[in-house]
């Protein structure tokens, strides 16, 4: 059996979906307007953590048939607590609750009147959204023509209709970049893909995909690795061009708008400048659209991944439990879970993107003793200590330690230490073999 192009396309345009929610859409504009003259730059860094490292990860998730089996590579019980860890800190703890909670108060609330009792009615949409949500969850293996042949298509008919009618009406200005993105575009571009969770997402989607295309009757590993690397490529190309769009008309503007907490603040000054009161509608079905499709496959995956692992309850059981958790979580704030995800995702990110770089390159060091588990140990040690000083808390010896290596303050000391390990591991490798030979 071969896929058609059709199915190949909806399976990449599902996969878009799965990746493109709140994150996706508040990060981009606010990039383009905080790095002003130097977006170019900063994008396409942006684009290494938001896009090529998502795809890589979905492909290797695929050919690992899950990620407890690619995070088994460091140790057993490491992965049941890391799979642990990423499944709850992209859904029910983070993602799911943030793709609920973006849409409302970016997109809703600063329309109504301002007496309007915001908890009330961030409790009346974050239900309904949930509800619908639960609807289509509770039917997985109608996932791909859902959201495939309707959802997605109308997103980005929305998105890029939005981008022209700016290119044709839109006010520009463009100011200078804001500090961070004066002194360093590329380091502060490739940790704001950090806040998009994909590279997260990526290790928990990359099984879904493997299995929408086995379910196409496609049961040669070699045949669902190509399709699946084919679809995570096109996937990879629309969220690359979705990612420019927005940073350019930040970049535009950003000589327009003072900054605010998040880019959300930045794409609803687009909006409605460009169309005006209307414009409150197109920003709440893009925020909608973009948030539901990624909350349906959260919820979707992370309940799969449950119900096999804690047999006591059904999957269905898991979607219900994980979207009524979501809908407590959500409704503290969105400031308050952005808060939050921030130290999470300087915790976990750079673990996840080792891993998918080990995992790429298996079949040529996977004979190297420890270099799996050493490796992972010296990165993460590193990156729980930066995500520690991000809350002011501070380890005696370690963080003083950690605080001189190269690029720490930048944020990704953690990469001089993995390379160093695993250059390390390699070495050592080579002299016990040289030893052997001798």
């Given at each position: 059996?071969?896929?058609?192009?059709?199915?190949?396309?909806?399976?990449?345009?599902?996969?878009?979906?799965?990746?493109?929610?709140?994150?996706?859409?508040?990060f981009p504009p606010f990039l383009g307007q905080n790095a002003g003259t130097n977006m170019p730059v900063a994008i396409l860094f942006f684009l290494i953590t938001a896009v090529a490292l998502p795809v890589l990860g979905v492909v290797v998730v695929?050919?690992?048939?899950?990620?407890?089996?690619?995070?088994?590579?460091?140790?057993?019980?490491?992965?049941?607590?890391?799979?642990?860890?990423?499944?709850?800190?992209?859904?029910?703890?983070?993602?799911?609750?943030?793709?609920?909670?973006?849409?409302?108060?970016?997109?809703?609330?600063?329309?109504?009147?301002?007496?309007s009792p915001l908890t009330l009615?961030?409790?009346?949409?974050?239900?309904?959204?949930?509800?619908?949500?639960?609807?289509?969850?509770?039917?997985?293996n109608k996932l791909v023509e859902r959201i495939g042949k309707v959802l997605t298509p109308s997103l980005l008919i929305l998105i890029i209709f939005l981008f022209v009618s700016f290119l044709f009406k839109g006010h520009s200005a463009i100011a200078l970049p804001q500090a961070s993105y004066a002194d360093a575009p590329a380091v502060v571009g490739f940790l704001e893909g950090y806040n998009t969770m994909d590279t997260?997402?990526?290790?928990n989607f990359g099984f879904v995909i493997a299995a929408t295309i086995s379910s196409f009757n496609i049961s040669s590993k070699k045949d669902i690795m190509h399709y699946t690397l084919v679809c995570g490529i096109f996937a990879g190309i629309i969220l690359a061009l979705i990612y420019l769009m927005l940073a350019y008309m930040g970049m535009e503007v950003s000589g327009l708008y003072a900054l605010r907490e998040n880019g959300a603040w930045t794409l609803r000054c687009i909006v409605e400048d460009v169309f005006g009161s209307f414009g409150a509608i197109v920003l709440a079905m893009i925020f909608s659209l973009a948030c539901l499709t990624t909350c349906v496959g959260l919820?979707?995956?992370?309940?799969?991944?449950?119900?096999?692992?804690?047999?006591?309850?059904?999957?269905?059981?898991?979607?219900?439990?994980?979207?009524?958790?979501?809908?407590?979580?959500?409704?503290?704030?969105?400031?308050?879970?952005?808060?939050?995800?921030?130290?999470?995702?300087?915790?976990?990110?750079?673990?996840?993107?080792?891993?998918?770089?080990?995992?790429?390159?298996?079949?040529?060091?996977?004979?190297?003793?420890?270099?799996?588990?050493?490796?992972?140990?010296?990165?993460?040690?590193?990156?729980?200590?930066?995500a520690l000083d991000g809350l002011n808390i501070s380890l005696p010896l370690i963080s003083d330690i950690c605080a001189k290596l190269p690029f720490y303050q930048l944020g990704i000391g953690w990469s001089i230490v993995g390379l160093v390990i695993a250059a390390a591991c390699y070495l050592y490798a080579k002299i016990k073999d040289m030893m052997i030979v001798d």
């Open positions: 059996m071969r896929l058609t192009k059709k199915q190949m396309i909806l399976i990449s345009f599902m996969l878009f979906s799965l990746f493109f929610g709140a994150g996706n859409l508040i695929a050919k690992f048939d899950g990620l407890q089996q690619l995070a088994a590579k460091v140790n057993p019980q490491f992965a049941l607590i890391f799979t642990l860890l990423i499944y709850l800190s992209i859904g029910p703890g983070l993602g799911i609750p943030r793709a609920a909670s973006v849409p409302f108060e970016m997109a809703v609330a600063p329309y109504l009147p301002a007496s009615y961030m409790l009346i949409y974050s239900g309904i959204f949930f509800a619908i949500a639960i609807w289509l969850a509770l039917t997985p997260i997402a990526a290790l919820i979707t995956s992370i309940s799969q991944y449950f119900a096999g692992l804690f047999k006591r309850f059904s999957y269905r059981q898991f979607v219900v439990m994980i979207t009524l958790f979501a809908f407590v979580i959500c409704n503290q704030g969105l400031n308050t879970i952005l808060s939050i995800s921030v130290p999470v995702l300087n915790a976990i990110y750079p673990i996840a993107i080792v891993l998918i770089i080990l995992g790429l390159c298996d079949e040529h060091i996977k004979d190297i003793p420890y270099i799996y588990p050493l490796t992972i140990l010296g990165v993460g040690i590193v990156s729980v200590i930066y």
